[in-house]
């Protein structure tokens, strides 16, 4: 069964800050390009994390945006401390933004937990662009 990963987006004040970083930081992995994550522990239900799961981004006290799962890779850091790089797609898809608390690391987001994607072009277009991120930012759309 598929898992995902939900995760804090620590300094990304949008979608877009966030879809900026990861292409500036994506960097290649096999036959494409992957950006790593570090984190201390290693999830439990790794295969059900490599099986379609995604990490779901939190910015701003929401649920607002989603990167598939390539890879979960197990390394030791320079003091011989076990860590693991979540390696990701590149490509940062959006949500339907969902409220959100605060929490440290990652948790654990089940497949009917997840909020649904959604693409901004799907909205009236004659809307303000500014409009529909402070709507997005306040998960009224």
């Not at 994506?26 to 439990?44: K, L, M, N």
């Not at 401390?81 to 390696?87: M, T, Y």
Request: glycine share 8%.
């Amino acid at each position: 069964m598929t898992t995902h990963l939900l995760k804090l987006a620590v300094g990304a004040a949008s979608v877009d800050n966030l879809r900026t970083w990861a292409t500036e930081s994506a960097a290649p992995h096999g036959g494409g390009r992957a950006v790593r994550i570090t984190t201390r522990t290693a999830p439990r239900r790794a295969q059900d994390v490599l099986a379609g799961g995604s990490l779901y981004w939190v910015v701003k006290g929401a649920i607002q945006a989603r990167q598939l799962i390539v890879d979960l890779a197990p390394f030791a850091d320079q003091q011989g401390i076990g860590r693991v790089k979540i390696l990701l797609d590149p490509t940062v898809v959006p949500v339907r933004p969902r409220p959100c608390r605060p929490f440290q690391g990652w948790r654990y987001l089940r497949p009917d937990e997840a909020p649904a994607d959604f693409s901004i072009s799907a909205f009236d277009e004659a809307m303000p662009a500014s409009m529909r991120r402070d709507l997005l930012e306040l998960c009224l759309l």
